[in-house]
Structures are given as structure tokens and as C-alpha cells.
């Protein structure tokens, strides 16, 4: 039997392996990373039947529970992994062709580090082991961001650096509180010494957590950076930042809310701050049309804030909506943005106005661009659609009227998305002259097989899951079952070995 | 006496934190605004070892002629600041690196001035 | 049965393969709309229940039924998508994009019979969304000031799916299911003014789509600017979905019993609704006749004429809903033709501008009396189907003794002679300015479909039974009660008119006056130009006279009649991104500042906890 460690092991040694590769052969070195994503990616799905019956725990140095650092791969945790490792195969094989500036096995490297962290945290079962991976994962995406050394790049890697340290702070004084008060490291051992634990301490635990984490989980007030960040760092680099990295620290807040803390009165909070970041990000992008991948890092603030939102609703259905909406914003946002790179690079500039008419010379680019912008803004048939169903009838379910006017509030939101989205959409088919002139982009092709493969794999992907649901939900709703089912992680935990 | 004994080392850590937020939101200088990063590393870590701290106990390594049931502090705490030490010194190292390219770009270090991305 | 009208909604997917070649692609295209006409034309009177899917993470099935009132729908549907799939082979010759137009045509007509064919509101919204969608395509594909209105649709339409979407998450909620029987059980169980929001929140939805004032703003400028084959679709029948979804909502879901509920004192939602319909009616009629756009001049009148349905079917009685009903195929079939012979017209002469146009009368006969019947059918002119649902119309509103609200609908057919003739008069009738001397008729590919849809004003005109038993099982179907009628003869409860009679009656007359024409001297052909003019020139051009027809209309209430509600919306929405602008500035690019956002929301969690605790 597959040990699920090899989920964290083979992106790490990989990413150690790449530079060293890349000595003797270039080509090799590049591809390492769509190896490695690919593996992990077929270990994951092989694990995944056994895990949906009971999770599997591994205990890292032999060492029995609580005393150890344990991985717990449970429905929620490897479908995450499966999720990342899709969505960075899909990356790094887009990336092959993308990235040219010297030297690329840096690239190779940093972008194995990040999807490491990215599963170390969704499968470990301790809390500074968590930390650590996030760590990992922010370094990563830190140097990334700034891999073409260029004027925007650095700033941005800058502020977000700055940003994103003051967030890791918190989260180590929010651990080293937890540590004073329990004793314990171990996440199902802090859940099960929680309820003897002081209400105010144990909030502001919660709220250190939520903040630290929240600066890469991208909620308002705390997601200053992401606009820079993910506009102004290649394209690979958005898609894997937009699509998994903030998704972690959702991720992160989720696990703690729900497993650590059990902090139900937490939780219309969560949904509140998730509706604002949702307007506030909606409005932002609306009125970007200078800058096509700001308008993009916007969206992505926004669902994330819709993600929040629907993990405040703390019922089954509600987490499942938020975990549905995740995988789909996860798709069509890596879309989005590989598209857009070659979109800008066959333009030749990033501005809106200039990509008019772009779908002549591109024709497979733009249709996947408007399949993922379409389901985004929730149009059947296509993803998008089922987890805005869930997400609004999970809310209007609970019958608060707090959480009604929440999804009154999100559905206008899909209204100002819709906009900005489709003012993209129409500009890249219906604008830009007939077809006798040549304006706009003059050199633009089709963009190259490397990129349009991951392209046109995803568009499919977005398009069977909005027709078939039913090919993700089963997990999905065993995950969210997961998350809300304390008491079955403490036992899985504790009584594994 | 007693009670400020007790709480000297929390309110030292807490009081790097403060002084590091503290330089990070108004300092306009992009190296001090990393040098209040790492203070913030470094209050961070204070507090964590002070957490693991018990009266009248000694460090826990075992050294020659130790025997193995002499009381010791917690090692947990101090494996913590090891390993954050350790991440505290990449990010920082990677701030710095980054602080050069930023005045290449922009040719000064004022973070008023750097403001190319904005709205 | 149901199979295989399912099955006529995958046929759009497999001409996609059609970008062989454009012959094959044609003959795909209009075999598909052939054979989804063919297909409800065989489920006509079965009453048949099919579930689809499932969905067993909301715990729903989606399901597809036929009975009277989606047969009816369906119907005209599938007719009219077909006649304009025949128009566009020719009138779409030379364009771009083609493989797309045929396919976004046929998504659309696939979707509006999904939506008239579903059974639960999970299907109906799918359906919904889809056709928007493939609509927002198809009306932005002509470039240029299109792509404007088309942005301008979508919007609003997403608007109104999203209030559709609350409201559909709401029943869920209550009810536990979105079958529609099971969703009409638990509304009857609510309190009612639950029923009046989720009315409320689907006719704003349908609202949108039919263009009732003040949601119509969109209306005008998307049916103007898309290509004619495709306005006549949505003129005809798009829009129509939202009297389809009002019905079924209204009489389906809530039923006379919940809708009587609804009330604040003496006045009933029903009521509301007769008099916004009544506000849609006038207004936008006036408009119609100062536009100088040949296709907004049909567009308004499209606005105006969703009022007539609207205030029937509003209105209740058996009379008033089966007048509603009827006149929405009647004006589906007067409002499709006229969009395509204004279609032929732009083909040929290239303007659609009615101060330049005139005298085509001589050069497109078929053209101009198709154009003219369909405008005798707008009006209500006798023996055409527009004066047999005009007249239900107006019988019930004056024996129910509503005397404004006929007034009002009275004032509308008024205005509709108004603008009816100042388009057949501009088109057709007058001076033949001589750039389009040499102006030929259209193809006949082009001549069937409007020749077609003009023998259906005069069928439905004078043998009105065949729609009104369709109508009459319509209503059966929805609990309300049905008008009566024999198959041949207007029905007994609107009196007695045998228009077969009359029919026979005019015909002989028009063949005697041909015969005594015939037999009279022939007249002398005289040239326009051949006229006295003192020995002075007459310059030919100089004096079209249907340039600024209705001048003195336009003195008198032009300044009063205006799209307030349209200048309302781009206030509102200059303000909103005022607002949005000033919203995105907290981003100002300064790290102090966003360190500092970090500190002061922890700052705040904090205070507002231990604030809570004491």
C-alpha cells in the first residue's frame, strides 16, 4: 500500500532534485515538475477509495500519537491534495514553455516548494508542522512572484513579503499561546482539551489565527497584497497562487474554526467578513480596465470572499457549497490566467482595450477564457453554477435572517462580476473591427501546444463537472462531513496506532 | 517583585512585537521596515521560549554526568524557536535581497515613493 | 414521447461538427429546427412526465412534462425558430462567424423549449440561464453599437436570474422540493407575505425578460441592433418566456386562491399588475411613433404589446387570460414578420433609417404586403388575428367595468395605427428615391417564411377557434377557467361574428372590383417626374416626403414622452461607479498603510470581544 507521506515527499525531493538535473540537462530539468505533480496526482487517486471509508493516519518517526507529528489524510485533506496536484500539473506543464527567463530550474524549484507546502498543510495533523509548511508555502510564492525581477514584480514580492510576515507572526504567538495553555502540539489532542479551556483565551487563539492566516486566505481588510501580487507575477505563477495558495489559508481557517476550536458562535463572523471581501473585491474589479490580471486578482478576492461566506454556515451543505465552489473557482481561475498570459503576451500588452478582437487570431484561448468566465459568474451549464446553487440554498436553509440578506448581498455581487466579465468576453469576439482590417494585435497566433493543452483540459473539466456534478460531489460531501465531525477526527487520530 | 519576575519575559517578547508593529506601519524606510520584521522574529521568539520556561529547572541538553531525571524546562517551546529562527533568517535574508532589487528599480528606498501598483 | 424531445436539445451540440462545410451546416441547421417542430407537433394533447436527472447532493430531480400550456408555447417556438433559421440562410450569406450563428441559434431555440417543457424550477432556471446567455452571444454579434446593448441585456438579466435564483433557494428552503406541484402545495401552506416576495422576486425576473416598465430599458436597443432573423426570434418568443414563466407562477405555482391573498386593503397584487401593464401599454406605444429606426419603432412597439398580454393575463377572467394568451402567438406571429420584411428591406437597400427610405412598393411587392397585413394585425383590423385578441381584451375589460384600463388599451391601439402606418407609409408607399431604382425583391428563401407567417394572421383571423381550443386546455390545465369555443367561429361569449361570411364577403367584392378593372380602359403610366413645373427643373430627391413624418407629434408630446426610466438607470449606474471608484482607492499602494490594516483589524476583533464581555 501507497503511503500517503509520498504526497509531501515527492514534490520535496523533487524540488531538490531539479536544480541538480538541471546541471547536466535542461530539457530533463523541466520535466521534472509535471512528473513529480503527475505522480502525486495518481498516488492520490489511488489512496482516495480507502480513505473515503476511514482516514488513514501516518505518524512521522514511529512515534504514537499524540506525541507525534501525524499526517491525516482524510476525505478533506487528499481531495485538497488531489485538487493541488492537478491544478500544478496542469500549471507546471503550461510552464514549460512559458517561463524563458534564466535560470529555470529556480522556477522548477520554488514552484515544487510551493506545491509542497501547499500539501503539507492540507495533510498534516499538527499545528506547527502546519505552520511550518505555510512558511514554506509563503517563502515560495514570495520568491516566485518576484522570479522576473522586473519593476512591478519586486515591488509586489516586497509588499507582499512585508504582509504576509506580519501575518506569520501572529499565527506563531497564536501557537505559542495554544502551546501554553494545552501542552500539546498535536491538533486532535488540542480538540479534545479545548472545552476545558477558558472562552476568552480560547478567542484570542481564534483571533490571531484568523488574522495570520487570513493575510494569505485574502480577506478584507488583510488582502492588500494579493492585487499586486498575483497581477504582477507570471502568469504560471498567478494561476498556482490564485487557484491553491489562498485556498490553503481558507483551508487553514476552516480546520481551526471547525476541528480545533469548535467556535460556533465564530462563525456568522467568518460569513460576515466573507460577504464584505466579496463586495469589496467585486466593486475593485468592476473598475479595472487598465490591467487585465488586477482585474482578475480582484475576482479572485471576491470568491474567495464568497468561499468564506459559505464556510460560516456551518451546515453540512453549506461547507459542502464552499468546499464545490472552491475546486470550481480553483479551475477557472488557473484557466483564466494561463489563458491571459499568452492572451498578453500575443497582444503585447496587458490593457483591455488593446485584446479587442483577440478571438480571431486565438479562437481556442478565447472560448476556454469565456467557459471559465462563464463559470464564474454561475451560468449553467457549466461549473460555477451547482456551487452557487449550494452556496444560496445552504444560506437561505438556515432560515437566519442574517444569512438571507448574506445571499441576497452575494447574488448582487454576481451582478457586478457579471459586468466586468462580460465587457471581456464581448471585447475579445465582438469588437475590433471586421474581418478585413488587421487592428489590434497584428502578430497574434494561436497560443503553443505546452499551453494549450492545460488550457483546453480544464475547459473540459469545468465543463463536466457543471454537467455532471456527481463526479466530484460524493468526495466532496464526505470532506465537508469530515470537517464538521469533530469527534471522528479526535478518534482517528488518537486511536490509529 | 515576585509578580513582575514572572511576567518580565512575556511583557519583553510582547514589548519586541509591539516595537517591531510599531516600525513596520510607520517607518517609511523599506530597511527598517525589515529590521521591525525581524524584531518581530525576534519578540515572537522570546515570548515562545518564555512560555516553555518553568521555575528553577536547567536547560534540556543532556551534557556529561547528567542524570536523566534532572528536572528541565520544556524543549518542546525551544525546538519551535529553532525551527522558526531558521525560517525568520530565510525570509529575512529573501527581504533583503529584495530591498536591493526594489532600489535598483526604483532608486530609492522610501516606501512612499514605491507605489507603482496601486487601486 | 418525451425522449425524443429531449433529444432535440442535443441536436445543437452535434452541429458544432458542422464546420465542415457551409452547405452541410445549413442543411444541419434547418433539418434541426424541422425536426424539433415535427417532434412537438406530435406531443400535441399528451399530458407526460419524464425525470432526467438527479441531483443527490440537493436531494431534487429534474424532470421535463408536457401539457396544454408548454404545447401552446412550444408550438410557436419551434415554429418561428424554424421560419427564421429559413430567412438567414440567405439573409446571413457573406458574414462572419457563421458556424457560431447557426449554432447560437439553435442553443436558443433548444432552451426556450426546455424551459417551457420543464417541471420543476431547478430545470426551468438551467434552461433560464442558458438561453441568456446564448441570447447576450447572438445579440452582441454584429459588432459596434450591438455589443453595448448586449452588455446592457446581460445585466439585466443576470439581475433578474439572480432574484429568480433567491427565490428559487427560498422554495427549496420551505418547501423541500422544486417539483412544481410540491412547490405549489407548500406555498399554499405559507403566510402571504412570503407569497408576495417570492411573486415579487419572479416577476421581477420575468419582469425583466418580457420588459415591463420600468424594467424594459434593455428592450429597445438589443432588438434594434441584432441581426433581424434573430430579433424576430426574440421579439416573437424571448421575450414571450416571461408571459409564459408569469403564468406558470402566478396560476401554476400560487393559484387564483394564493394570488387573491395577496392583497393591502381593497387592492390586490392583481391589481398592481393591470395597472403597470396598462403603464406599459401607453407609454412606450407613444414612443414608437417618434423613432425614426424602422426596427426600433417595432422594438417599442414589442415593449408596448408585452402590456396587452400582461394586463390579460393579470386580469383573470376567463375572457381576459385567454385574450392574453392568444395575443401573445398573435403578436409572436405580426411582430416576427414585420422584423423580417424590415430585415428584407435593410438586405436590399442597406438603411433601416425611415426618413430615407420610400416607394419600395413597386419594387418589393411580396415584401410590402406581407409587411401590410402584419400591420393590420398589430392594429386589429378585422379578419386578422390581432382584432380577435384585441377584442377578448377589450370585452372584458369594459363588462368587468374597468373603464380606464380599456381606455388606456384603447389609447395603445390608437398610437399603434400611428406608428403601423407611418412604417408602412416610409417603406413603402411615396417616392422611390432613386438610389433604389434598381432594387430587387429578396430571394425566396427569404419570401417563404414571411409569406408563411402572413397566411397564419389571416388563418388565425378568421378561424380563431383552432388557437382558442389550444388556450382553452391551456387554461384547464392551470385550474382557471376555460373559454369555450367552437372550432370555426369566434367564441360565444364574445358574440356573434361569422367571419367565414365576412371572409366570403370581402373576396368576392376585391374579385369584382379586379374584374371591373380589368375591363376598364387601360390607365396611361406616368413617370413620377413627368409633371409641370413652369418650365423650371424639378429636382427629383429634394422633396421626400417622409422625411420627419410625424413632425407636428413630435412638437406636441415629444418632450413628454421620453425614456425616464432609461435616463433613471444610467444616473444610477454613473453613481454606482462614482462609488466603485472611490471604493478601490483604499488600495493606495502604501505598505505603512496596509501593515496598518492588518494591526487595526486584530486591534478590532480584540476591543469588540472583551467590549462584548463587559
Known amino acids: 500500500m501507497v503511503s500517503p507521506s509520498l504526497l509531501v515527499a515527492i514534490p520535496l525531493a523533487s524540488a531538490f532534485a531539479a536544480p541538480l538535473v538541471g546541471l547536466g540537462s535542461k530539457k530533463l530539468a523541466k520535466c521534472i515538475p509535471p512528473l513529480a505533480l503527475a505522480a502525486n496526482l495518481v498516488i492520490g487517486l489511488l489512496l482516495l477509495p480507502r480513505v473515503l471509508e476511514k482516514a488513514i493516519v501516518v505518524s512521522i518517526g514511529g512515534f504514537p500519537p499524540p506525541f507525534c507529528i501525524n499526517l491525516m489524510v482524510g476525505p478533506l485533506g487528499l481531495s485538497l491534495a488531489i485538487l493541488i496536484s492537478l491544478v500544478g500539473l496542469l500549471i507546471s506543464i503550461y510552464a514549460t514553455g512559458y517561463i524563458k527567463t534564466e535560470p529555470t530550474e529556480k522556477y522548477h524549484a520554488l514552484f515544487l516548494l510551493l506545491a509542497t507546502g501547499a500539501l503539507g498543510i492540507v495533510l498534516t495533523g499538527d499545528i506547527f508542522n502546519l505552520f511550518v509548511f505555510f512558511e514554506i508555502l509563503c517563502v515560495a510564492s514570495y520568491g516566485l512572484t518576484a522570479y522576473e525581477k522586473d519593476r512591478a514584480g519586486t515591488e509586489a514580492a516586497m509588499k507582499y513579503l512585508i504582509q504576509g510576515t506580519v501575518g506569520s507572526t501572529f499565527i506563531l504567538v497564536a501557537i505559542g499561546f495554544l502551546y501554553g495553555l494545552f501542552g500539546t502540539l498535536n491538533m486532535a489532542d488540542i480538540a479534545t482539551k479545548v472545552p476545558s479551556a477558558e472562552p476568552l483565551h480560547l478567542f484570542l487563539i481564534l483571533a490571531f489565527f484568523v488574522v495570520g492566516f487570513g493575510v494569505e486566505a485574502a480577506i478584507f481588510p488583510l488582502n492588500a497584497w494579493l492585487p499586486d501580487a498575483h497581477s504582477s507575477a507570471p502568469s504560471s505563477v498567478s494561476a498556482i497562487l490564485s487557484a491553491i495558495a489562498i485556498k490553503t489559508g481558507v483551508y487553514a481557517i476552516a480546520r481551526i474554526t471547525y476541528t480545533l476550536m469548535n467556535a460556533q458562535g465564530f462563525l456568522i463572523f467568518i460569513s460576515l467578513i466573507g460577504i464584505i471581501t466579496l463586495v469589496v473585491g467585486e466593486i475593485a474589479a468592476y473598475r479595472q480596465k487598465d490591467d487585465i490580471k488586477r482585474m482578475l486578482a480582484y475576482s479572485s478576492i471576491g470568491q474567495i470572499g464568497l468561499i468564506v461566506f459559505a464556510i460560516g454556515i456551518g451546515t453540512s451543505l453549506g461547507v459542502f457549497g464552499a468546499l464545490f465552489q472552491l475546486v470550481n473557482h480553483a479551475l477557472a481561475k488557473c484557466l483564466l490566467f494561463l489563458a491571459a498570459g499568452y492572451m498578453i503576451y500575443r497582444a503585447g500588452s496587458k490593457k483591455l482595450s488593446d485584446m479587442q478582437g483577440l478571438a480571431r487570431r486565438m479562437p481556442l484561448t478565447a472560448v476556454a477564457f469565456t467557459v471559465a468566465a462563464f463559470s464564474l459568474v454561475g451560468l449553467p451549464p457549466f461549473a460555477g453554477f451547482m456551487s452557487k446553487l449550494s452556496i444560496v440554498s445552504a444560506a437561505l436553509k438556515t432560515g437566519r435572517s442574517a444569512y438571507v440578506a448574506f445571499a441576497a448581498i452575494a447574488l448582487a455581487a454576481t451582478v457586478v462580476e457579471g459586468g466586468y466579465f462580460f465587457r471581456v468576453v464581448q471585447g475579445l469576439y465582438f469588437r475590433g473591427g471586421s474581418k478585413g482590417e488587421s487592428v489590434g494585435p497584428t502578430k497574434a497566433k494561436e497560443a503553443p501546444a505546452a499551453a494549450l493543452i492545460p488550457i483546453l483540459v480544464l475547459a473540459a473539466l469545468v465543463i463536466a463537472i457543471g454537467v455532471y456534478p456527481q463526479l466530484v460531489t460524493n468526495v466532496l460531501d464526505h470532506a465537508a462531513k469530515e470537517l464538521l465531525d469533530r469527534g471522528a477526527y479526535i478518534t482517528n487520530v488518537l486511536e490509529a496506532l | ?119 | 414521447m418525451a425522449m425524443e424531445t429531449s433529444f432535440a436539445l442535443i441536436l445543437p451540440v452535434a452541429f458544432l461538427a458542422g464546420k465542415v462545410s457551409p452547405a452541410l451546416r445549413n442543411v444541419v441547421a434547418v433539418l434541426a429546427a424541422a425536426v424539433s417542430v415535427l417532434l412537438v407537433a406530435v406531443l400535441y394533447g399528451q399530458n407526460l412526465k419524464l425525470d432526467y436527472y438527479a441531483l443527490p447532493f440537493l436531494g431534487v430531480e429534474l424532470a421535463m412534462r408536457t401539457d396544454a400550456l408548454a404545447w401552446f408555447f412550444a408550438i410557436a417556438v419551434a415554429a418561428i425558430g424554424l421560419l427564421s433559421i429559413v430567412f438567414s440562410l440567405r439573409y446571413m450569406q457573406g458574414r462572419e462567424r457563421l458556424d457560431f450563428y447557426y449554432f447560437a441559434m439553435l442553443v436558443v431555440n433548444a432552451a426556450m423549449l426546455g424551459i417551457v417543457f420543464s417541471a420543476d424550477l431547478l430545470s426551468l432556471f438551467v434552461f433560464w440561464e442558458v438561453m441568456s446567455w446564448s441570447t447576450y452571444l447572438l445579440i452582441s454579434y454584429r459588432g459596434g453599437k450591438a455589443v453595448a446593448a448586449g452588455l446592457k441585456y446581460m445585466v439585466m438579466s443576470i439581475a433578474g436570474s439572480c432574484a429568480m435564483l433567491l427565490a428559487i433557494a427560498s422554495l427549496y428552503a420551505t418547501c423541500g422540493t422544486l417539483d412544481l406541484h410540491g412547490v405549489a402545495q407548500g406555498i399554499a401552506k405559507a403566510s402571504p407575505g412570503y407569497s408576495l416576495f417570492i411573486l415579487l422576486m419572479f416577476v421581477l425576473g420575468f419582469g425583466i425578460k418580457n420588459a415591463i416598465v420600468p424594467l424594459h430599458v434593455w428592450l429597445p436597443d438589443a432588438h434594434s441592433e441584432a441581426v433581424s432573423p434573430f430579433s424576430a426570434v426574440l421579439s416573437s418568443v424571448l421575450v414571450r418566456m416571461g408571459v409564459y414563466g408569469l403564468m406558470l407562477v402566478m396560476y401554476g405555482v400560487l393559484g387564483e386562491a394564493g394570488l387573491a391573498r395577496l392583497k393591502l386593503g381593497p387592492v390586490t397584487f392583481r391589481h398592481v399588475l393591470c395597472w403597470v401593464a396598462g403603464v406599459t401599454i401607453l407609454v412606450p406605444l407613444l414612443i414608437a411613433m417618434l423613432q425614426d429606426d424602422a426596427k426600433r419603432v417595432v422594438a417599442w412597439s414589442s415593449v408596448g404589446h408585452g402590456g396587452y398580454m400582461l394586463l390579460g393575463i393579470a386580469f383573470g377572467t376567463a375572457l381576459g387570460v385567454a385574450g392574453g394568451l392568444f395575443h401573445t402567438l398573435n403578436y409572436a406571429v405580426c411582430v416576427a414578420l414585420l422584423f423580417l420584411a424590415v430585415g428584407a428591406v435593410e438586405h436590399r437597400t442597406g438603411t433601416r433609417d425611415l426618413n430615407e427610405l420610400g416607394g419600395l412598393m413597386k419594387r418589393m411587392p411580396v415584401t410590402f404586403v406581407t409587411a401590410l397585413i402584419a400591420v393590420c394585425g398589430l392594429i386589429g383590423v378585422p379578419l386578422t388575428n390581432g382584432f380577435v385578441s384585441k377584442w377578448f381584451i377589450y370585452k372584458t375589460l369594459i363588462t368587468e367595468g374597468y373603464p380606464f384600463l380599456a381606455l388606456v388599451a384603447l389609447i395603445g391601439t390608437w398610437a399603434t395605427v400611428l406608428y403601423g402606418y407611418k412604417l408602412i407609409h416610409n417603406a413603402f408607399l411615396g417616392q422611390l428615391p432613386s438610389g433604389y431604382r434598381e432594387v430587387r425583391e429578396v430571394p425566396f428563401s427569404m419570401q417563404l417564411p414571411m409569406i408563411l407567417l402572413s397566411l397564419a394572421v389571416i388563418l388565425f383571423g378568421v378561424l380563431p377557434g383552432i388557437a382558442v381550443r389550444a388556450i382553452g386546455s391551456a387554461q384547464a390545465s392551470l385550474g382557471l377557467k376555460a373559454l369555450e369555443s367552437g372550432l370555426w367561429a369566434l367564441p360565444p361569449a364574445v358574440g356573434e361574428l361569422n367571419t367565414i361570411n365576412i371572409l366570403s364577403g370581402v373576396i368576392a367584392s376585391l374579385a369584382l372590383v379586379y374584374v371591373a378593372f380589368a375591363l376598364a380602359t387601360k390607365a396611361r403610366r406616368v413617370d413620377q417626374s413627368d409633371s409641370y413645373g413652369a418650365g423650371s427643373y424639378v429636382p427629383m430627391d429634394r422633396y421626400q416626403y417622409s422625411v420627419n413624418f410625424y413632425q407636428r407629434a413630435h412638437e406636441l408630446i415629444g418632450p413628454y414622452v421620453r425614456d425616464r426610466v432609461d435616463e433613471f438607470y444610467r444616473w444610477l449606474v454613473g453613481k454606482a461607479e462614482g462609488f466603485f471608484e472611490q471604493a478601490r482607492k483604499m488600495y493606495s499602494g502604501n505598505v505603512n498603510t496596509y501593515a496598518a490594516y492588518i494591526v487595526i483589524f486584530l486591534a478590532l476583533l480584540i476591543i469588540l470581544k472583551l467590549g462584548g464581555q463587559i
Open chain 2, 1 to 119: 517583585m515576585q509578580q513582575v519576575a514572572n511576567y518580565m519575559y512575556y511583557a519583553g517578547g510582547g514589548g519586541l512585537i509591539l516595537i517591531g508593529l510599531y516600525m513596520v506601519m510607520a517607518k517609511t524606510n523599506l530597511v527598517k521596515i525589515i529590521l521591525g520584521l525581524s524584531f518581530l522574529d525576534t519578540g515572537t521568539h522570546v515570548l515562545l521560549v518564555a512560555i516553555g520556561y518553568v521555575r528553577g529547572r536547567t536547560a534540556p541538553i543532556f551534557s556529561e554526568g547528567m542524570a536523566e531525571t534532572t528536572p528541565v524546562v520544556d524543549p518542546v517551546p525551544q525546538a519551535m524557536v529553532l525551527t522558526a529562527i531558521v525560517i525568520g533568517v530565510g525570509v529575512l535574508g529573501l527581504a533583503l535581497a529584495l530591498a536591493i532589487q526594489v532600489y535598483r528599480h526604483y532608486g530609492t528606498l522610501d516606501v512612499r515613493n514605491i507605489r507603482g501598483l496601486k487601486w
